[in-house]
């Protein structure tokens, strides 16, 4: 009776625990993304704006003083300010680019090993009461590499 159970678990019931693993991992990764992209956004927003607001300054000021050396001064001034704002911009592009590179890698990477998972990999079927395997590491590869040789002698099991 258990081998038929077993036997059904593994061409019934696992396929459809995968598919929501994929499910709830899809789910997981597009929030984590979002907030990610939200955050950075932000961030680079209000630096942005603090640059834009200190050349706005600096031009406000050349223009309030009749001292032309001061004026020079401070449009000088200003022009690093916007300078300074496009090279962020340049850069912020690309850490965002960067980062939407490095979330498809992982998610990729997380997407292939959720759909390798074997249900051997998950349980324990070799006693009479199939158990969950302890210790479990799906993506051995996101860890660090001590993290990794501690994985790569097995997981335990438990009951």
Avoid at 18 to 46: I, R, S
Avoid at 118 to 144: A, E, Q, W
């Amino acid at each position: 009776m258990w081998k038929s159970i077993v036997e059904w678990f593994v061409k019934m019931a696992w396929p459809q625990i995968q598919k929501l693993l994929l499910k709830a991992l899809n789910e997981v990764l597009e929030w984590l993304y979002d907030e990610l992209a939200k955050w950075l956004k932000k961030g680079g927003e209000e630096q942005a704006n603090k640059f834009d607001a200190k050349a706005k300054e600096a031009e406000k000021k050349a223009t309030q003083t009749d001292d032309e050396a001061e004026a020079n001064k401070y449009r000088t001034e200003a022009r690093i300010w916007r300078e300074a704002l496009y090279m962020y911009i340049h850069e912020y592009e690309k850490l965002a680019s960067e980062m939407g590179k490095i979330m498809s890698d992982g998610a990729s990477k997380m997407f292939e090993t959720a759909d390798s998972l074997n249900v051997d990999d998950v349980f324990d079927k070799s006693t009479d009461r199939m158990s969950l395997k302890t210790g479990l590491v799906i993506f051995p590869s996101l860890l660090p590499s001590e993290e990794k040789e501690k994985t790569s002698q097995g997981p335990e099991t438990t009951e």
